[in-house]
């Protein structure tokens, strides 16, 4: 009995000196970051959300804030998850009130669909370590072709053969065909918005043959764009 007694004094004797050591520590921690000596960035808005078309190669994007703790913060390091996002920040410390700017640029080229990013801001202060910003942009194509192969077999009828074509906020410049074994009969509005119909035929099927229409059209950033349907015989 009188063993087990000191085991249970001992055990306690151990407990009060953790909480001895944590009260200690919580206290150091007190003095050296006063509960009012805190820095905060606040954002206007940690998330962007916008669609574009995927004729531009690059989307640029910023994120405001302001310091609106008591005390200068420290930027320590910005990690985007993915390398298509790159930031452009060179100021690190942002004193009591100040303004600031986290600027960058997404990889647009050969990405379709939406895109869901996360930046993580890594700062000096305790109670604003990590920061999360959003980025998602939903790329458009400029042009969505069904189909984009145009076949008819040898010795077949030549039958007309219709390609439908929806701009996404594009201008039409040109359709052409190269070569001279196909021609392009008509085109005109689809059903659908912004949906026109090419209908093409072959001048002949006795021959093999193979060419491409071409279809041109010009993006809101003024770029032209030249994409194709394939035409064969065999």
């Known amino acids: 009995f009188y063993s087990l007694h000191m085991q249970i004094i001992f055990a306690k004797s151990i407990l009060f000196m953790k909480i001895i050591k944590i009260i200690k520590s919580i206290i150091f921690i007190a ?62 410390v942002y004193e009591k009130d100040e303004k600031g700017v986290i600027s960058g640029v997404f990889d647009v080229e050969n990405r379709i669909g939406l895109q869901e990013k996360i930046i993580f801001i890594k700062t000096d202060d305790l109670g604003q370590s990590v920061i999360k910003l959003y980025l998602n942009i939903n790329i458009l194509k400029t042009l969505d072709i069904t189909p984009q192969l145009l076949f008819w077999s040898k010795n077949s009828k030549a039958k007309e053969k219709n390609i439908s074509v929806n701009l996404n906020k594009s201008e039409l410049v040109s359709i052409s065909i190269e070569g001279a074994e196909f021609n392009i009969l008509k085109y005109q509005n689809g059903n659908k918005k912004n949906e026109f119909i090419i209908t093409v035929s072959p001048k002949s099927t006795q021959t093999p043959a193979k060419d491409k229409l071409e279809i041109k059209t010009k993006g809101q950033d003024g770029k032209e764009k030249s994409s194709y349907v394939y035409l064969l015989i065999r």
């Open 31 to 92: 003095l050296i970051y006063p509960i009012n000596a805190i820095g905060e960035l606040k954002f206007e808005s940690n998330e962007i959300s916008d669609t574009i078309l995927d004729n531009v190669t690059a989307y640029h994007f910023s994120y405001k804030f302001q310091n609106t703790g008591n005390t200068p913060i420290k930027i320590t390091s910005i990690e985007p998850i993915c390398g298509c996002t790159i930031i452009d920040q060179a100021k690190k």
